[in-house]
T-cell receptor, first 115, second 111 residues
Framework: DAGITQSPRHKVTETGTPVTLRCHQTENHRYMYWYRQDPGHGLRLIHYSYGVKDTDKGEVSDGYSVSRSKTEDFLLTLESATSSQTSVYFC??????????????FGPGTRLTVT | GENVEQHPSTLSVQEGDSAVIKCTYSDSASNYFPWYKQELGKGPQLIIDIRSNVGEKKDQRIAVTLNKTAKHFSLHITETQPEDSAVYFCAASSGNNDMRFGAGTRLTVKP
């Protein structure tokens, strides 16, 4: 998985509780992404980072926040988890090359269940 | 924004046959089209990609074709093997952190 780890790999939490997922990379890539994967929807971008402390929203950012204090770590926080946030979450990394950050490499995923 | 549609959603073939998965995209600014393979319980793995200045690309048993005019691209797998069974995703991007994925195709290769 291209030097990418995600923790935890599985988590069950209750509605209304805060949850933080961690992505760690050893590739020193500039770009990091958080996606969620749901049946029938493929992968949808939540937030991404283009450098330390530089982040931007993706397609489905409501209810999520992110932080990147070091190149290697990208955190995804659900401030108050809801059942609609039950999903599999994937982190991806990319580096700038040939005119843009194109090739993305994915981590192993975190399965989150909100009861 | 970009919209990527992928067909079929499921595909079953006999070992040794070919498999074809098709995708269409809507944003003419898209210029990068990767394909990912996802095995059960794992993250998507990049298997091949193509850029808009190329019409076809091959890597052993896998090939991808792109028709920019019609805004569609396809994945071709020849001489399929049981280990090719997985979910395959297409995607499209303009290189501005805007990658959009298709909904996926579950490929089953029967021995």
């Amino acid at each position: 998985d291209a030097g990418i780890t995600q923790s935890p790999r599985h988590k069950v939490t209750e509605t209304g509780t805060p949850v933080t997922l961690r992505c760690h990379q050893t590739e020193n890539h500039r770009y990091m992404y958080w996606y969620r994967q749901d049946p029938g929807h493929g992968l949808r971008l939540i937030h991404y980072s283009y450098g330390v402390k530089d982040t931007d929203k993706g397609e489905v950012s409501d209810g999520y926040s992110v932080s990147r204090s070091k190149t290697e770590d990208f955190l995804l926080t659900l401030e108050s988890a809801t059942s609609s946030q039950t999903s599999v979450y994937f982190c991806a990394i990319s580096e700038y090359g040939r005119g843009g950050p194109y090739e993305q490499y994915f981590g192993p995923g975190t399965r989150l269940t909100v009861t | 924004g970009e919209n990527v549609e992928q067909h079929p959603s499921t595909l079953s073939v006999q070992e040794g046959d070919s498999a074809v998965i098709k995708c269409t995209y809507s944003d003419s600014a898209s210029n990068y089209f990767p394909w990912y393979k996802q095995e059960l319980g794992k993250g998507p793995q990049l298997i091949i990609d193509i850029r808009s200045n190329v019409g076809e690309k091959k890597d052993q048993r896998i090939a991808v074709t792109l028709n920019k005019t019609a805004k569609h691209f396809s994945l071709h797998i020849t001489e399929t093997q049981p280990e090719d069974s997985a979910v395959y995703f297409c995607a499209a991007s303009s290189g501005n952190n805007d990658m959009r994925f298709g909904a996926g195709t579950r490929l089953t290769v029967k021995p």
